[in-house]
């Protein structure tokens, strides 16, 4: 036990606290001193630990933080499960906890200082559909082994037991998950991976994100999750699709989706673009699929942003709608991106944020890099600044789609800051109303047009 924040409290004020801490029978318990506020007592692990044993549990850390320490990435919150304690046990031993599982015990508790999710250790039988379908059991029979066997692949079911007497910690893997990560791959615990259709879409963006393969067994039951994904809240697709597209490759999460037949039931709009032609000359990589898989990677490689990742994801998702007898060509697929943008949103609601990008990106990239009229050029510049993230992040789409980037936009930071300069307050006091806008406009494409012939 320590404290931190503060000075420690005179000798009345710690008595005082101790025997509030003895009458709770809990000497570990966060207590903030009425008279040193800022004096707060913190329980290390050791003693959660201890105290779980004490009264004839089993702690242990599961799941992430147990996988990623394995794989040698630097691990993020600790969730820990307690087996061997039911719940009103476990709520006289932390009555800080605050309860947040509402089907099955999961308590918030400070550990270390940090608010960490304890789980009660539990066995679930599915009787529904849908991620809801379940109905879960806990009390103290249920052991740390049965709550493991219930999780998905076999790198996510690993346990590290904890001891609180200095034993070295023991690690509990019951299906070769280290196995798993040393050969890179993702492979379902058994069978009652589909249980939870969504699932089937974690599997996909994990390979996405640690680079691994997702083994074939494993693709089987990922496809037969297929029909209970369609019923699936879209939050929890969009959840996926957020962190896949956050990873190193995000092309992996949509390819082993297509692996699974899983593509089509969930993004139709990508799925429309596989065979999708394009002319070779400008497209050797092959079909809009093709094209669109190789962008949003390519995009991954120069920025973080995931909303411009989006965006690139989405830069031709007009072409899916391209009549057969107009290929390889396809005339228009901007407009046509917008309405199939827009029924994507309509489905499973975008953030504004990633809908107001995604939506300029569709219209103005085939002729972004192309623009030869200065009025034009101003405009879109202009248009690129009132975005909701950093114009040097959407250009990158624009990049990596033709390959460079134009004069104009290598200027950006320059051309931008002379073009916000032109006030209306500056034009000719004789002009009223629309007649201010054109000026500013006219002004604008001066600028635009001294700097082309500069670089010329």
Same mark, same amino acid.
């Given at each position: 036990?320590?404290?931190?924040?503060?000075?420690?409290?005179?000798?009345?004020?710690?008595?005082?606290?101790?025997?509030?801490?003895?009458?709770?029978?809990?000497?570990?318990?966060?207590?903030?001193?009425?008279?040193?506020?800022?004096?707060?007592?913190?329980?290390?692990?050791?003693?959660?630990?201890?105290?779980? #044993?004490?009264?004839?549990?089993? /702690?242990?850390?599961?799941?992430?933080?147990?996988?990623?320490?394995?794989?040698?990435?630097?691990?993020?919150?600790?969730?820990?499960?307690?087996?061997?304690? *039911?719940?009103?046990?476990?709520? /006289?031993?932390?009555?800080?906890?605050?309860?947040?599982?509402?089907?099955?015990?999961?308590?918030?508790?400070?550990?270390? *200082?940090?608010?960490?999710?304890?789980?009660?250790?539990?066995?679930?039988?599915?009787?529904?559909?849908?991620?809801?379908?379940?109905?879960?059991?806990?009390?103290?029979?249920?052991?740390?082994?049965?709550?493991?066997?219930?999780?998905?692949?076999?790198?996510?079911?690993?346990?590290?037991?904890?001891?609180?007497?200095?034993?070295?910690?023991?690690?509990? &893997?019951?299906?070769?998950?280290?196995?798993?990560?040393?050969?890179?791959?993702?492979?379902?615990?058994?069978?009652?991976?589909?249980?939870?259709?969504?699932? /089937?879409?974690?599997?996909?963006?994990?390979?996405?994100?640690?680079?691994?393969?997702?083994?074939?067994?494993?693709?089987?039951?990922?496809?037969?999750?297929?029909?209970?994904?369609?019923?699936?809240?879209?939050?929890?697709?969009?959840?996926?699709?957020?962190?896949?597209?956050?990873?190193?490759?995000?092309?992996?999460?949509?390819?082993?989706?297509?692996?699974?037949?899983?593509?089509?039931?969930?993004?139709?709009?990508?799925?429309?673009?596989?065979?999708?032609?394009?002319?070779?000359?400008?497209?050797?990589?092959?079909?809009?699929?093709?094209?669109?898989?190789?962008?949003? &990677?390519?995009?991954?490689?120069?920025?973080?942003?995931?909303?411009?990742?989006?965006?690139?994801?989405?830069?031709?998702?007009?072409?899916?709608?391209?009549?057969?007898?107009?290929?390889?060509?396809?005339?228009?697929?901007?407009?046509?991106?917008?309405?199939?943008?827009?029924?994507?949103?309509?489905?499973?609601?975008?953030?504004?944020?990633?809908? #107001?990008?995604?939506?300029?990106?569709?219209?103005?990239?085939?002729?972004?890099?192309?623009?030869?009229?200065?009025?034009?050029?101003?405009?879109?510049?202009?248009?690129?600044?009132?975005?909701?993230?950093?114009?040097?992040?959407?250009?990158?789409?624009?990049? /990596?789609?033709?390959?460079?980037?134009?004069?104009?936009?290598?200027?950006?930071?320059?051309?931008?800051?002379?073009?916000?300069?032109?006030?209306?307050?500056?034009?000719?006091?004789?002009?009223?109303?629309?007649?201010?806008?054109?000026?500013?406009?006219?002004?604008?494409?001066?600028?635009?047009?001294?700097?082309?012939?500069?670089?010329?």
């Amino acid at each position: 036990m320590t404290t931190t924040g503060g000075k420690r409290p005179g000798r009345g004020a710690e008595g005082l606290i101790q025997c509030f801490l003895k009458e709770k029978g809990a000497n570990h318990i966060c207590v903030r001193a009425f008279l040193c506020k800022s004096w707060v007592i913190i329980m290390e692990e050791n003693v959660f630990v201890r105290r779980v #044993r004490e009264a004839g549990g089993r /702690a242990a850390i599961v799941g992430g933080w147990v996988r990623d320490s394995l794989r040698g990435a630097e691990p993020k919150d600790k969730d820990y499960v307690v087996a061997g304690i *039911g719940e009103a046990d476990f709520c /006289a031993l932390f009555p800080e906890a605050q309860k947040v599982g509402r089907s099955f015990p999961v308590f918030l508790l400070d550990v270390d *200082g940090r608010s960490s999710e304890i789980a009660l250790a539990r066995t679930e039988r599915k009787t529904g559909k849908g991620y809801l379908g379940f109905d879960a059991f806990s009390d103290k029979s249920v052991t740390l082994e049965d709550d493991l066997s219930r999780r998905d692949t076999a790198m996510n079911a690993m346990a590290l037991e904890l001891f609180s007497d200095g034993t070295p910690s023991r690690r509990i &893997d019951l299906f070769d998950g280290e196995e798993d990560i040393r050969c890179r791959r993702i492979r379902a615990v058994s069978e009652r991976f589909t249980e939870d259709p969504v699932r /089937a879409l974690r599997a996909a963006r994990q390979a996405a994100v640690f680079g691994y393969t997702v083994e074939p067994r494993t693709i089987g039951f990922m496809r037969d999750c297929r029909e209970e994904l369609m019923a699936e809240p879209q939050e929890r697709v969009f959840g996926e699709l957020s962190r896949a597209l956050a990873a190193p490759r995000p092309s992996v999460f949509f390819r082993t989706l297509l692996a699974a037949d899983l593509l089509e039931t969930v993004f139709p709009e990508l799925f429309a673009l596989i065979g999708k032609t394009q002319p070779a000359a400008f497209h050797p990589e092959g079909d809009a699929f093709e094209h669109t898989m190789a962008t949003v &990677d390519e995009v991954a490689g120069r920025t973080d942003h995931v909303v411009v990742r989006f965006a690139a994801l989405v830069h031709d998702i007009g072409k899916g709608a391209t009549p057969a007898d107009m290929l390889p060509h396809h005339y228009g697929h901007e407009t046509k991106g917008l309405s199939v943008l827009a029924a994507w949103n309509q489905r499973m609601t975008l953030p504004r944020q990633w809908f #107001r990008v995604a939506e300029f990106v569709i219209a103005e990239h085939m002729r972004a890099s192309r623009l030869k009229k200065p009025g034009k050029i101003a405009a879109l510049l202009m248009a690129l600044s009132r975005l909701p993230v950093p114009a040097k992040e959407v250009l990158h789409v624009f990049a /990596a789609d033709h390959g460079e980037l134009a004069p104009y936009f290598v200027r950006y930071d320059e051309l931008i800051q002379k073009l916000c300069a032109v006030k209306g307050s500056e034009a000719p006091e004789e002009l009223r109303g629309e007649a201010v806008g054109a000026w500013i406009r006219a002004q604008q494409a001066r600028i635009v047009r001294g700097a082309l012939k500069e670089k010329k």
